[in-house]
């Protein structure tokens, strides 16, 4: 079974621009959630889903930030304007709401470098 | 609410030696608690875990063991591999969805 696939897993891009991270997570898995990953903060949770709904959107830095998920097989996280305090590592996760199975399934994650 | 204290790094070891990376938590109730490993490059994956007090989590020569006394939760491995070098999160899984990591430790295994 595949994993959760992420897209790009690079990207480079200008500061202002507009920037797309998309996630898809492992089949019949009902939550996701974002990260971010810096040296200076570790690893932040962003925001999380259960079965499409957001849930907890907390750690969402600012309004330039927004993450939806459209369908149980696709989430986005866009930043709009990005700046270069933005570069990090984004990583979406899954997991699958039963029991005790709270572990949670990364991908490989997408490396952004605003400049 | 919930937090997870881990020892700090990073940690530099000789290939076959113990390795020990000491993990606390608080957390009301009774957590799950799992450790993850991210190698270079790549993103977390879960290592093992343990969902109640006195489990034991073991995979990859890697153990740990849920201590609620102690509210500890160490990870151990008895004769580490330069392929193990890696960073190590400790994480719980409290009364909300989302688990709460800890900062990581960066181990080095040496040849």
């Known amino acids: 079974d595949a994993g959760v696939i992420q897209s790009p897993r690079h990207e480079v891009t200008e500061m202002g621009q507009e920037v797309t991270l998309r996630c898809k997570p492992i089949s019949g898995h009902d939550y996701l959630f974002w990260y971010r990953q810096t040296m200076m903060r570790g690893l932040e949770l962003l925001i999380y889903f259960n079965n499409n709904v957001p849930i907890d959107d907390s750690g969402m830095p600012e309004d330039r930030f927004s993450a939806k998920m459209p369908n149980a097989s696709f989430s986005t996280l866009k930043i709009q304007p990005s700046e270069p305090r933005d570069s990090a590592v984004y990583f979406c996760?899954?997991?699958?709401?039963?029991?005790?199975?709270?572990?949670?399934?990364f991908g490989p994650g997408t490396r952004l470098t605003v400049t | 609410g919930d937090s997870v204290t881990q020892m700090e790094g990073p940690v530099t070891l000789s290939e076959e030696a113990f390795l020990t990376i000491n993990c606390t938590y608080t957390a009301t109730g009774y957590p799950s608690l799992f450790w993850y490993v991210q190698y270079p490059g790549e993103g977390l994956q879960l290592l093992l875990k343990?969902?109640?007090?006195?489990d034991k989590g073991s995979n990859k020569g890697f153990e740990a063991t849920y201590r609620k006394e102690t509210t500890s939760f160490h990870l151990e491995k008895g004769s580490v591999q330069v392929s193990d070098s890696a960073v190590y999160f400790c994480?719980?899984?409290?009364?909300?969805?989302?688990?709460?990591f800890g900062s990581g430790t960066q181990l080095t295994v040496l040849p």
């Open positions: 343990a969902t109640k007090a006195d």
């Open positions: 994480a719980l899984a409290g009364s909300a969805r989302q688990l709460t």
């Open positions: 996760a899954s997991s699958l709401a039963t029991g005790q199975k709270y572990e949670q399934y």
